[in-house]
């Protein structure tokens, strides 16, 4: 069983379904030559997939192309179903930062194909979280700055504002499909920067006031 661990309590909380959301920035939709969706696109990761901060990243035998994204994570308090936006709200237990390794080799051809993401998105350490920040510890505004380096690069650095569904729109979205239920953690899209890292690369990722980790790929 895995299990987020709470800042500032000795609360921990095993972790359900990985849900996550694509192209929830326009500029990064646009520089991997998407369209801007009406709704968000949503895709799972299976639990197995997950590691933490501290953990190394693990390059795949069958990938030459993976990517680093930078997400805001979402952690889910109680059961919700076809939720309003204020239930959606409510549902929200705290936040993280977390990466959404992706291998892009491998996920350009699925999309020519047709074919689902998962081998793209849910290889084993291919989805990160930091420590999570409960809310009745931070208030998110959506004016935190959310960044990754690699190797003390900075790649990715955006407002969490220039989200195009923010957090409580995406949980109500979602809610709407499936059951969300305590433990689930919901990862929000990338701003633009992605780019590839390679066995060695030191990768920190934050946002302001809310959570950091750092990761090691090998
Ligand atoms: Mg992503």
Redesign the pocket.
């Known amino acids: 069983m895995k299990n987020i661990t709470i800042k500032k309590s000795n609360q921990k909380v095993p972790v359900g379904k990985i849900v ?3 192209r929830n920035y326009t500029e990064h939709a646009k520089e991997l030559g998407n369209v801007v969706p009406e709704k968000p696109i949503v895709f799972l990761k299976p639990n197995s997939s997950l590691i933490f901060s501290g953990d190394k990243i693990v390059y795949p035998s069958f990938s030459n192309d993976m990517h680093h ?1 930078v ?1 805001l994570v979402l952690l889910i308090n109680e059961t919700i179903k076809d939720g309003n936006l204020s239930e959606a709200e409510n549902a929200i237990a705290g936040y993280g930062v977390g990466l ?1 390794m ?1 291998l892009r080799d491998v996920q350009n051809k699925l999309k020519e194909q047709g074919h689902p993401w998962t081998i793209a ?1 849910g290889f084993d350490t291919s989805a990160v979280v930091s420590d999570f920040i409960s809310k009745k510890d931070y208030a998110l505004t959506l004016e935190e700055q959310i960044s990754l380096s690699v190797n003390g690069d900075i790649k990715q650095n955006e407002i969490l504002n220039k989200m195009i569904f923010p957090p409580a729109e995406i949980v109500e979205y979602l809610s709407s499909l499936m059951t969300l239920e305590k433990g689930d953690i919901i ?1 929000t ?2 701003p633009k920067g992605v780019g590839k890292v390679k066995k060695g690369d030191n990768i920190f990722a934050e946002i302001s006031d809310v959570a950091e980790l750092n990761c090691k790929v090998e």
């Open positions: 996550c959301v694509g994204e997400e959404d992706t998105k990862f899209g990338t």
